[in-house]
């Protein structure tokens, strides 16, 4: 399919079960490199599994929070100074967010693993006194899993973050997460990585023992049942803005994960070339190539960064770019050429679980748009092993 013609029209998926055509393709490991996009009228695996989301953080907060505290009671005797996370994908940039997280709500420093030390060079350095996570959907990827080996080797504790319980990395952690997102089959995460961002608010709950923080991390579960709605929006008024050969996505402190979870996303579902910065360091010479309509995707939450994200976000609009801003705040919107307006409500500590979503669903159009499949994008598989 060229560019603008017609998207193929998508059935309505049950948001509970996500349920699909059995017809539908499974991806596995083996698939061709190439393959046809979903027939009209066939819901892609991938947008079953976006439309899961609501579901699968409501039974990972209530399965997982009794679990949430036991751990949190033995990092608390334990007193760790700094938390590493050894993630690669989306996980990463789950990890990302847990960088914020943890700094902020526990006033912990969090540094992001160095696989290859572990394994290509088996160098690694210490991790005395540290807590040590390994975040991955699958379990399976073996420098993930190497980092956890040599944090059990050393003597502190480590703990897993994934949807299989099962896993090698599962079996390498003192103390274990399940995100209980069930089968995810199209090869992009999604509502994993929506479970991890949640698994991750989740410790750092019960780590808080704050209850009303609690309450702030429930009311995502309806702020992404309302970021939902904005779909055809987003095909309606979105996707035109996004016919180029280049685009920005941009967001700042605990969005910071988002802007590249979002240009990941476009990048292996849609074939789009997306750029992901803080816009402080946007400034810091990207701008230079900022040109006349460039499209350009911001997240503009409210809270400690809204102000200056704002100000940065008129700058741009001056510098005549083609903006879509994902945002909660009226005042966001009005600088947007399209506006994806967010739930109210919804902490900035955890906005980055609903405001992904609309980056999920733009992604997942502009594949359909180009005549691509989003559940099997080319040269990709499920599980990615590296070392």
Known sequence: MEIGKQVPVIQSADPETGSIPSDSPTPSRNDPPVTDPPSAGTIPLMRSEIFQQPAVLERLMT?????????????????????????????????????????????????????????????????REAFVIGISQSGQSEDIVSVLAEARRQGVPTLAITNDTASPLAAQADYLLDLHAGPERAVAA??????????????????????????????????VQQALNLEDRIQAEALPALQASLCWTLGRGYNYATAFEIALKLKETAGLPAE???PADFLHGPIALLREGLPTLLIAHSGAAFQSTLEFGNELKARGASMIVISDQ???????????????GVPEWCSPIVAVVPGQLL????????????????GLAKITITR
Request: charged residues 25%; aromatic residues 6%; without cysteine.
């Open 63 to 127: 399965e997982e929070m009794p679990n949430a505290r036991r751990v949190a009671a033995v990092l608390a005797r334990s007193d760790p100074r700094y938390v590493v996370i050894a993630a690669r994908g989306s996980s990463d940039n789950a990890a990302r967010y847990g960088k914020y997280l943890f700094g902020s709500q526990l006033g912990l420093q969090v540094a992001l693993a160095t696989p290859s030390l572990f394994t290509l060079y088996g160098d690694p350095p210490s991790l």
């Open 190 to 223: 999604t509502k994993t990585y929506t479970a991890q961002l949640a698994a991750l608010a989740l410790l750092a709950v019960a780590w808080h023992s704050d209850e009303s923080h609690l309450d702030g991390l429930k009311r995502t579960i309806d702020g």
């Open 276 to 278: 992901p910065f803080s």
């Open 330 to 344: 009226d005042e966001a919107q009005r600088m947007a050429d399209v506006g994806l307006r967010l739930a109210d």
């Open 363 to 378: 992604a997942l159009h502009l594949a359909l748009a180009r005549g691509l499949d989003p559940d099997r994008p080319r």
